[in-house]
């Protein structure tokens, strides 16, 4: 969250370990001249820090990195004097001109003969500071390296440069060590010059096509996995299930909590002490590993600003005792901009939940101003209600894509105008509200914000549904339309005989997987953010149950999508400042910020209130923006409640690297899933069934006999048995067992005898 910042003082870079940062020396005042041995003549300028040249990352890998230790980017304007880098590197024109400047300050204590032989040298060391991979041409790759005072040079180049042009070294570093011992001795300079890895120093690393072929794209491995970043932004969240934010140019971010809490989060990172909204006593939740019931849903008015209004869907039970999803509207205090006033609730829909499962859960607002609703078919398994089922029934509201106008009131009475558009508004066998149908449990919809240049795509709503036994499936929702369920799942039937049925007329997925790839979808985002343009248009979602990370791509002559897997953690792509290579492994939701970055909510313990869920936000290490482009200034908002800083639990990749290796390192998984953390609890899953299934909560020595029941906290069905051929305390527990059996009857035998 907090933006790393650079300033302009003079000419050499230095960090500070807390927040990195970029500082820029103008080296170049000088006065006097000195003649070189070789008829040139220059003067001796500025001091330098005097740092080591030899100190190397170790472990890692050169990989495109700038000196301010972000990713390079494409310049916004044409590079007058490094112009070799104005596709792709680390400098703006500001930063051109600069090394330009610095380069004729030099140039004017060099005479005419000095021009001919080391301008080019000169130039070309110069602009390494604009190469993609300069932190490693500087040894810069990780904050706690000292920088070089020049940049890594191939020992033949750096020959020809020392021959020609040696009394240019006083003019290019002032350190005293530097300029007494390598001025006359070639070998002892180019040694210090010298990179590792050879391809790497300049000119090679221009020249070699394995690391410039795809630079600046998106990185994939072999298998042809996106290698993407995350940043921490928040923990020890209870199943956090969702983050909005207002559209009101503050850029806070409103995390929700299950059990039916919401967080306000500052620009700064920090959290307010106390929530934005408690209904905890209202909202039915419970502990239980998988229960799917409790605070669902979130969004604000699109005219939020002005009249302080937002609306939240949640279950709860009535007097009666009957299960109940209820959707309100609540408002802002107006004594206060990051409290809700709970007393301003005005309920606009209540659903009666047959079941437990399947409560849906999605609200939001389309382009068009009007409220989205996404009801679950009412639960069990395979929508057992009535001929056809609930989602098939456009007379019930369950298994249902709802959409209401909330800015007034229907003749009946009802707390919400029918759009006079919506599609089935003349059809006297079906419900006004309903703008969809077939639908399952569609978990984590997102309205896609378009092209930034083009629009292109602006308006599509993309709804990840959950599916039975065989197939998820992610939908593009439209007017009227017809998704399947349950005559289909996925592309393939499920009730054959309404599958044959020729008026089924049902829209197909645009993309949907099976069990061989993961059991619980959740829907993403289309990424539409600033500050990575190679995922611009990448629909990134993931599973719930094995914690993968996925992302489709739409051909735009074909449109159909390509399904990618994402990968995180590498330790080459991934080391930079902040960067982490871990994530809890049950991914309950993702989330876009008001500047359109890209988030998701993951937990390592399922449970509405385990406080094991975490926030994180994707980066791509290849290319950024330029710098600049992306600042924001938030509108202020004044806090009355005490600000809590965030403290990052997750161990960053630098980190990692830097601490000493004690044990074997563990073997890379065959497939693209969540890497856990260690400390963190886990949990292991595995289906042996088609209805029921078992989560074993990895718990501490002296609770491994503990085995915890879960429901399939993807919005399915109840799940079966955990294989105890998978559950290790269970194996160790039978084969402890017979010997203790066998003591207890020695035991026994003993007493007999002695009452006898």
Known sequence: MNEPYHEEVQDVYTFDLKEPTLKEVNVWPCTGRSSSSSGVSFSCPHVFLCLSLLCLIGSLLGHPQ????????????????????????CCDQERDNSIAAKYWDIMDYIDTQGHKLCGTYIKDILC??????????????????PLRNLPGLCFDYCSEFHFNCRSAISLLTSDKHIQECCETNKTRFCNLLHLHDEDYCFPNVLKNTALNRNLGSVVEDRK????????????????????????????????????????????????????FLDIKSIVLATPWIGDERGFLGMAFHPKYKYNGKFYIYYSYMDKNRVEKIRISELKVLASD???????????????????????????????????YLFTGDGGKAGDPFGKFGNAQNKSTLLGKVLRIDVDGKSPDGKPYRIPPDNAFVSDPKARPEVYAYGVRNMWRCAVDRGDPVTKKGR????????????????????????????????????????????????????????????????????????????????????????????????????????????????????????????????????????????????????????????????????????PGKCRYKPVPVKTKSKRIPFVPRAKTVLELL?????????????????????????????????????????AKPHKTK???????????????????????????????????????????????????
């Open 66 to 89: 700038c000196l301010d230790y972000g990713p390079p980017f494409q310049p916004p304007f044409h590079l007058e004097f490094c112009s070799a880098y104005e596709n792709f590197g």
């Open 128 to 145: 390494q500071e604009c190469s993609p991979y300069a932190a490693h041409l500087y040894d810069a790759e990780n904050p706690r390296t």
């Open 224 to 275: 042809g996995c996106l290698q993407l970043c995350l940043t921490e932004v928040a923990n020890g969240l209870r199943n956090p299930v969702l983050m909005v934010h207002a559209n009101d140019h503050t850029h806070r971010m409103f995390v929700a909590e299950q059990v039916g809490v919401i967080w306000v989060y500052l620009p700064d990172g920090s959290r307010l002490e106390e929530p």
């Open 337 to 371: 901009a990051n409290k809700a006033d709970p007393r301003s609730e005005r309920n606009l829909l209540e659903l009666e939940e047959p079941a437990a499962n399947h409560n849906g859960g999605q609200l939001l607002f389309g382009v068009d101003g009007y409220m």
């Open 459 to 626: 308006g599509r709503i993309f709804c990840g549904d959950v599916g039975q036994n065989r197939f998820e499936e992610i939908d593009i929702i439209v007017k009227g339309g017809n998704y399947g369920w349950r005559a289909k799942e996925g592309f393939e039937c499920y009730d054959t005989k309404l599958c044959h049925n020729s008026s089924l007329d049902d829209i197909l997925p645009i993309f949907a997987y099976g069990r061989n790839v993961g059991k619980s979808v959740t829907g993403g985002y289309v990424y539409r953010g600033c500050e990575s343009p190679n995922l611009n248009g990448l629909y990134i979602f993931g599973d719930f149950m094995n914690g993968r990370l996925m992302a489709l791509q739409e051909d735009d002559k074909t449109n159909k999508w390509k399904k990618q897997d994402i990968c995180i953690g590498s330790t080459r792509a991934c080391a930079f400042p902040g960067m982490i290579s871990s994530y809890s492994k049950f991914i309950i939701s993702f989330a876009e910020d008001e500047a359109g970055e890209l988030y998701f909510m993951s937990t390592s313990y399922p449970s509405a209130y385990a406080p094991h869920g975490s926030l994180y936000k994707f980066i791509d290490p290849a290319r950024r923006a330029p």
């Open 658 to 698: 830097n601490e000493p290796s004690t044990t074997k390192p563990p073997k890379k998984p065959s497939t693209p899933t969540a890497a856990i953390p260690a400390k963190a609890s886990t949990v292991k899953s595995t289906l042996s069934g088609k209805k029921r299934q078992k989560i074993k909560a990895e």
């Open 706 to 756: 503990q085995e915890e029941k879960v429901a399939r906290v993807s919005r399915t069905t109840p799940a079966p048995p955990l294989s105890k051929k998978n559950s290790s305390h269970l194996t160790r527990t039978k084969k402890l067992l017979p010997k203790k059996a066998a003591l207890a009857k020695e035991k026994l035998k003993k007493r007999r005898k002695e009452s006898r």
